[in-house]
């Protein structure tokens, strides 16, 4: 008596294991805790590489709880967190899109939490004629560059300085603008017109303040 089963059964049996895995891969999709979320530990799995070839997302990520859509946690104090890098021309490395009516936090936020920190938060090394840091303002109410400093701000809140290291232009604690000595030695009778003036506003008053050629 043969103990195989008859190909309807074994096609039968497939089509209700194949059933239970969509199953299964729905439930994941549709309620996002039902599988819990993916931990790849390289001991396990191996690190994860994925290859795109299409003109399609290699990763997508819909996050719609309030927990970050993505985290990555690095305990190693000699390795990069997150590692980009790319070859694209003409599209950006790292796009950041908020729909929202955002009224609170920031698009993008760098936070530390060491006092004792001395790198700095970002950093920009560029090559080529590219600016290190292009803002474009597409509101007229928006505003392109703001500084807030501490209650008791006592380190300089703007330097511009040599390749060297040397600062000779910036802005103190205090809000006041200073240079560097070497651009205010020297001794010269000024002409008897200036070359024309400098606007500035205090406390909301114009005043001009000329320079000379």
């Known amino acids: 008596m043969s103990s195989r089963l008859p190909f309807t059964s074994l096609a039968a049996l497939a089509l209700s294991i194949v059933s239970v895995v969509v199953a299964i891969i729905a439930l994941s999709e549709e309620q996002g805790k039902a ?38 946690a690095s305990t190693a104090t000699d390795a990069t967190a997150l590692g980009v890098l790319a ?3 003409t599209l950006s490395t790292i796009k950041v899109t908020n729909t929202a009516d955002q009224d609170a936090g920031a698009v ?15 950093r920009a090394e560029t ?4 600016a290190s840091f292009d803002a474009l303002n597409k509101s007229p109410g928006a505003i392109g560059l703001r500084l807030k400093a501490h209650s008791s701000q006592a380190a300089d809140l703007i330097q511009l300085k040599t390749a060297a290291g040397t600062v000779m232009i910036g802005f103190d604690g205090r809000f006041r603008l200073f240079v560097h000595k070497s651009l205010t030695t020297g001794a010269a009778p000024l002409p008897a017109l200036p070359a024309g003036f400098i606007v500035v506003s205090v ?8 320079f000379y050629g």
Do not use: C, H, W
Request: a positive charge; proline letters at 6%; hydrophobic letters at 40%.
């Open 203 to 210: 406390d909301g008053k114009q005043m001009r303040i000329p």
């Open 35 to 72: 599988l819990g979320p993916l931990r790849a530990q390289q001991q396990t799995l191996g690190p994860i590489k994925i290859v795109q070839r299409e003109n399609d997302y290699a990763l997508k990520v819909d996050q719609y709880g309030a927990a970050d859509a993505v985290n990555i």
């Open 108 to 122: 993008i936020a760098a936070l530390t939490t060491n006092s004792a920190r001395e790198a700095p938060v970002f």
């Open 127 to 130: 090559s080529g004629t590219g």
């Open 87 to 89: 070859a694209n021309k």
